[in-house]
């Protein structure tokens, strides 16, 4: 048979056998939750109504699916001052009130997972911690509200009491993104832990009872482990641009190669290329020729890559039919 069981803030299912007993059920619940044996529970339901052994089986049968709460047991003496001395009306009026009000702020204490039987003074030192727990807190939760998801995340809490492996997930990606966008690509252990501290302090149901600070499964700084150290690492691996492969440019061999005119002289366009070429066909002097050769390489070029033109060449240029050495023009 499996019961579900609170205690504190979180919830767990025990399972028993058939026929089991009252006192087993109060070995099998300090197993399951650590506690030590020497501990004395006492139990509630839903109502809060306290669940005597006489009533504790009959009470299952007819509710199987009903959550029990299970507390540590507060000792009468916590409650009877009386029982070692014999002060005034007055003073003992005082006295009782006083213990009531302790006991009842220890059980809340309880509640909210803090132990009991604090000084005043433990309490005041903890004050800083429990500022920078709210104020976690808020960051995670205006984190939340302002990024799409969000809301459907605490929403989902506030119905549940808990989160779905999903919802979890999508919880993570979300404070990594806005954790990024806040303090870069790679935070620092103090902001992720704060993180963390949020992330638990919002959603109590979280907290791990059985590590440290209760949130190392979130990020636990010495190890550098967790769900938000995880998603960190995966953020970080898919924006690290690679340098991309430059694709070698083929070139065409042969004929077809385009040569440049880099180490020729200036090169002759438009009506000083036609008085060039003319030049050409008239000139005796082969220097002079050579020259007006190399600057005018390039329309050749223009010609011999033109297939409609290519014949062209030698009507154009006829120099190279007579003139000795211009072959390294021709192309």
Same mark, same amino acid.
């Given at each position: 048979?499996?019961?579900?069981?609170?205690?504190?803030?979180?919830k767990?299912?025990?399972?028993?056998?058939? $026929?089991?007993?009252?006192?087993?059920?109060?070995? %099998?619940?300090?197993?399951?939750? $650590?506690?030590?044996?020497?501990?004395?529970?006492?139990?509630?339901?839903?109502?809060?109504?306290?669940? /005597?052994?006489? *009533?504790?089986?009959?009470?299952?049968?007819?509710?199987?699916?009903?959550? !029990?709460?299970?507390? /540590?047991?507060?000792?009468? %003496?916590?409650?009877?001052?009386?029982?070692?001395?014999?002060?005034? #009306?007055?003073?003992?009026?005082?006295?009782?009130?006083?213990t *009531?009000? !302790?006991?009842s702020?220890?059980?809340? !204490?309880?509640?909210?997972?803090?132990?009991?039987?604090?000084s005043?003074?433990?309490?005041?030192?903890?004050?800083?911690?429990?500022?920078?727990? /709210?104020?976690?807190?808020?960051?995670? @939760?205006?984190?939340?509200?302002?990024?799409?998801?969000?809301?459907?995340?605490l929403?989902?809490?506030?119905?549940?009491? #808990?989160?779905s492996? =999903?919802?979890?997930?999508?919880?993570?990606?979300?404070?990594?993104?806005?954790?990024?966008? =806040?303090? $870069?690509?790679?935070? #620092?252990?103090?902001? @992720?832990?704060?993180?963390?501290? $949020?992330?638990?302090?919002?959603?109590?149901?979280?907290?791990?009872?059985?590590?440290?600070?209760?949130? %190392?499964h979130?990020?636990?700084?010495?190890?550098?482990?967790?769900?938000?150290?995880? =998603?960190?690492?995966?953020?970080?691996?898919?924006?690290t641009?690679?340098?991309? @492969?430059?694709?070698?440019?083929?070139?065409?061999?042969?004929?077809?190669?385009?040569?440049l005119?880099?180490?020729?002289?200036?090169?002759?366009?438009?009506?000083?290329?036609? /008085?060039?070429?003319?030049?050409?066909?008239?000139?005796?002097? %082969?220097?002079?020729?050579?020259?007006?050769?190399?600057?005018?390489?390039?329309?050749?070029?223009d010609?011999?890559?033109?297939?409609? =033109?290519?014949?062209?060449?030698?009507?154009?240029?006829?120099?190279?039919?007579?003139?000795?050495? !211009?072959?390294?023009?021709?192309?």
């Amino acid at each position: 048979m499996l019961l579900k069981v609170k205690y504190l803030n979180v919830k767990k299912y025990i399972k028993l056998h058939a $026929g089991f007993t009252y006192l087993e059920f109060i070995s %099998e619940a300090k197993t399951k939750f $650590g506690l030590p044996d020497a501990a004395d529970l006492d139990i509630f339901d839903e109502t809060d109504t306290a669940v /005597e052994e006489d *009533i504790f089986l009959e009470l299952l049968e007819a509710q199987p699916d009903l959550c !029990l709460t299970i507390r /540590e047991k507060i000792s009468d %003496e916590d409650f009877c001052p009386l029982a070692h001395s014999t002060p005034s #009306s007055s003073d003992t009026l005082s006295s009782l009130t006083d213990t *009531i009000s !302790l006991s009842s702020s220890d059980s809340d !204490l309880r509640e909210k997972g803090i132990p009991a039987g604090r000084s005043r003074s433990s309490k005041d030192s903890s004050a800083p911690n429990v500022s920078v727990s /709210e104020a976690a807190k808020e960051m995670v @939760k205006n984190a939340l509200t302002r990024k799409p998801g969000g809301e459907e995340i605490l929403e989902e809490y506030n119905a549940e009491n #808990s989160l779905s492996h =999903r919802t979890r997930r999508q919880l993570v990606n979300i404070l990594a993104s806005d954790m990024t966008e =806040r303090h $870069g690509r790679i935070p #620092s252990r103090k902001q @992720k832990e704060k993180y963390a501290l $949020g992330i638990i302090t919002l959603f109590p149901s979280l907290k791990d009872p059985f590590s440290p600070n209760g949130y %190392e499964h979130f990020y636990d700084g010495v190890k550098g482990t967790g769900y938000v150290a995880w =998603r960190l690492k995966t953020m970080s691996r898919s924006t690290t641009k690679r340098p991309v @492969k430059e694709v070698p440019v083929h070139q065409e061999q042969g004929p077809k190669r385009r040569r440049l005119a880099t180490t020729l002289p200036q090169q002759l366009d438009g009506d000083a290329c036609k /008085e060039a070429i003319s030049f050409l066909v008239h000139s005796p002097d %082969e220097a002079s020729v050579f020259q007006k050769m190399k600057m005018t390489f390039q329309h050749r070029q223009d010609l011999v890559h033109d297939p409609q =033109r290519t014949a062209d060449v030698f009507k154009t240029f006829p120099r190279f039919l007579d003139v000795k050495s !211009l072959d390294i023009f021709n192309c």
